[in-house]
């Protein structure tokens, strides 16, 4: 009997499997998809049911020869790519070339690579997904064909090279439509009022106030505030109910994509690509004492659902670490979502043995974060439920009733290992009063605020929207960020995203002349219609149809007007052509806008757009001119004033001494080969000193260190923190 032949997607993979299989069996790597849709042409049969061509990728050939040749001598074929409808297309491309070679060709699935998992799907092989398979085809057609059809229609109308994405554009007009919200948001004033009372003992403690005449307060302006605090200081306060209530806090149910890449992103500060790619490396293998052991189940995966096994070995974890009244009677038993494909278990640790504190040697310090937040997860939606004591005092005086409130815990539960978000009134304790009780009111403190408009989008956000609107599929989110943002449609600073200039004029073209393809709703019931061809209730063609019918007679009507689409993007200018005469307008081009001649081709006037100068009070070393700052293509930096007579430039200072040893350098702004702005030593490369953070010429209170570092944070603000000593300040607000 030879040998058998496992095929996997992956070199890391492969040595991971090797291990639990023994020399039984040749475990090798495809390196992914050996077939795609040709790059020179659409690549797809419209007129015969959309039929998509698929050729080898260059630099696959030696790859499917070599397991053509290795098929050749096996006993049996066993192709392991990944449980989801990537892998089964690549599980399909494989077996199509290798048939020729041997046909004994097996399916196998597995959700986790531990060495039980890999042997038990050996013993129970499968036949390839042939559903899953048009599913993953009509998903491919359907974005080639917006690709090569809307794509040239935006060269013709912005310029050459610009691309469309049928699911992408979707997050684009999200996050550009929340923009304009932003912009078009008009803030009011609004006013809330807080007092300071003593008890019949002496006690001191706030209350804030909550009702006039039984409803909310509505306090619009300062003239109103004085009138009510006026009326406030003249009553007399009395405790008029005392209320404690016990609340069980249950806790979440373990990751699925969506909600890991969401956590990952806030909690850990990852870009969800990042995200992806290390939870793949835990997926594939980690090398440990006992051999190389995938340490989590597949990463994308919108259920769930989780093993018993799995759930029991928790449990029984729990009980030893923490005590038997952590864990509750019965093992909770999440419910997964109507729209799911539950094809997969949850994201969970593939033994809740492997503490994150036992593994910490092994781990990338990206690898143990991302870990621990799923291992937490996981081993605390098997904890008992939190207890908690929830008390509320209500003091009323006329028309005016305040109330304070406070959270007490009483038994920790799952809180033990995985904190949720921070309750506003945990810890604040009540003053010992009775009911009735008489108190002194003290002070009267009104506080003024102004509506804010809704956030921008981070990634954390905007893949919490897409899920809850049904775009796109748990392995899709990180790649429509990332095409985003290398498109350069969209742009990230700190953490937030927003539409460029380029962004935005696509998504209006978009948006113009293509509402339905990329309107929110469509593109959700077209992910549902890829699912019934998964699942059986419809066939490509059918919903291939759906898709193209309107989006054809669509693009028809736009290239009709593309001449006129492209003359509306033109900006008019006060400026003549110094060539011709004409008229000079504002037009798109590869590196941005510029200004042009209206009269081209026959005129080929350009110059650059002229930029908004922004002074300094720097002077130039050379001819003692002042600096100004400008931006090029390694980000902002100071150029002479008297430029082009003088070209002298250099980098914009921090003015913080490099806090390297002997290093007489400063720190400056500088920007990665991505775009992103961090600050680094003007010695480099001698010195290599950077950080992501500003520092200002500010020294700490605390440890006396000479600067620190401005940082944001959704829960603190703006504040400043000493990179030394980890001492923080609030800044002041903005507004």
């Avoid at 009022?193 to 403690?205: C, R």
């Avoid at 052991?293 to 030893?320: F, K, N, P, Q």
């Avoid at 945990?426 to 403190?445: C, S």
Wanted: with cysteine; proline share 5%; aromatic share 8%.
């Amino acid at each position: 009997m030879g040998k058998s032949l496992v095929i996997v997607e992956s070199d890391a993979k492969s040595k991971t499997i090797n291990r639990f299989l023994g020399s039984k069996f040749v475990v090798k790597a495809s390196v992914g998809h050996i077939k795609n849709l040709p790059k020179n042409r659409l690549g797809v049969d419209i007129d015969n049911g959309y039929e998509p061509e698929y050729i080898t990728i260059r630099g696959r050939g030696k790859i499917v020869k070599e397991l053509k040749r290795l098929a050749g001598n096996a006993d049996t074929i066993y192709i392991a790519t990944d449980p989801d409808r990537e892998g089964e297309a690549i599980a399909y491309h494989l077996a199509s070339e290798i048939s020729s070679s041997n046909t004994n060709i097996k399916r196998i699935l597995f959700y986790e690579i531990t060495k039980q998992a890999v042997r038990d799907a050996i013993e129970k092989p499968l036949a390839i997904n042939e559903q899953v398979v048009e599913a993953q085809k009509a998903r491919r057609v359907m974005d080639r064909i917006v690709g090569y059809q809307v794509s040239p229609f935006l060269w013709k109308t912005v310029y050459r090279g610009l691309s469309a994405g049928r699911v992408q554009s979707v997050a684009l007009r999200l996050i550009c439509e929340r923009d304009e919200e932003i912009e078009a948001f008009k803030s009011e004033e609004y006013w809330q009022v807080g007092a300071i009372f003593n008890t019949p003992a002496g006690e001191s403690f706030k209350s804030r106030l909550a009702k006039i005449k039984g409803k909310d307060p509505k306090l619009p302006d300062e003239a109103t505030v004085k009138t009510h605090v006026a009326a406030i200081e003249s009553e007399t306060f009395t405790v008029s109910d005392i209320r404690t209530k016990r609340q069980e806090r249950n806790p979440l149910p373990p990751y699925i994509t969506s909600t890991m890449q969401q956590d990952a992103a806030r909690k850990l500060n990852m870009s969800t690509k990042r995200i992806m790619s290390v939870a793949q490396e835990l997926y594939e293998g980690i090398d440990l004492p006992e051999g190389r052991v995938g340490l989590i189940t597949y990463m994308r995966t919108d259920s769930t659902r989780m093993a018993m096994t799995s759930v029991e070995e928790a449990r029984e974890h729990i009980a030893e670490s923490y005590g038997t009244e952590y864990v509750p009677a019965k093992p909770r038993i999440y419910k997964t979502k109507k729209s799911a494909q539950d094809a997969h278990e949850a994201i969970r640790p593939t033994s809740a043995r492997r503490t994150p504190k036992a593994l910490a040697s092994y781990l990338s310090p990206a690898q143990l974060k991302l870990y621990t937040l799923i291992w937490n997860r996981f081993v605390a939606c098997q904890m008992a439920s939190a207890k908690v004591d929830m008390h509320a005092l209500e003091l009323t005086g006329g028309d005016y009733l305040f109330r304070t409130t406070g959270s007490e815990i009483i038994f920790r539960g799952f809180l033990q290992l995985y904190d949720m978000e921070k309750d506003a009134d945990a810890g604040v304790i009540l003053p010992v009063v009775k009911k009735n009780d008489t108190l002194d009111l003290q002070e009267v403190l009104p506080t003024q605020h102004f509506t804010k408009p809704p956030a921008r989008f981070t990634e954390s956000s905007l893949v919490k929207v897409l899920d809850q609107l049904g775009i796109g599929r748990p392995s899709t989110y990180a790649l429509i960020i990332t095409t985003l943002l290398l498109r350069k449609y969209i742009e990230k600073e700190a953490r937030s995203l927003q539409g460029t200039d380029l962004g935005r004029a696509v998504y209006k073209i978009l948006l113009q002349h293509f509402p339905n393809i990329f309107d929110v709703s469509f593109t959700a019931e077209m992910e549902n219609e890829l699912d019934q061809i998964e699942s059986g209730e419809k066939d490509k063609k059918s919903v291939l149809d759906d898709f193209y019918t309107p989006f054809s007679k669509a693009m028809t009507a736009a290239m009709e007007k593309r001449d006129e689409i492209k003359e509306s993007l033109q900006e008019g200018t006060d400026e003549q052509c110094p060539d011709c005469g004409k008229d000079l307008v504002v037009k798109w081009g590869r590196n941005g806008q510029f200004i042009a001649c209206s009269g081209y081709p026959d005129c080929k006037y350009t110059k650059p757009l002229e930029e908004e100068v922004l002074e300094t009070d720097e002077i130039c070393d050379v001819c003692g001119a002042s600096m100004v700052v400008k931006n090029g293509r390694f980000g902002r930096f100071l150029a002479c004033s008297n430029y082009p007579k003088c070209k002298t430039t250099k980098a914009i200072s921090t003015n913080v001494q490099c806090p390297e040893p002997d290093c007489q350098g400063t720190v400056v702004e500088r920007q990665s080969k991505r775009g992103k702005l961090f600050f680094g030593c003007s010695a480099y490369p001698k010195c290599k000193f950077a950080t992501w953070y500003r520092p200002v010429p500010v020294q700490c209170t605390s440890c006396a260190n000479p600067y620190m570092e401005e940082r944001q944070s959704k829960a603190k603000g703006a504040f400043r923190q000493c990179p030394k000593c980890k001492h923080t300040e609030t800044l002041p607000s903005k507004e």
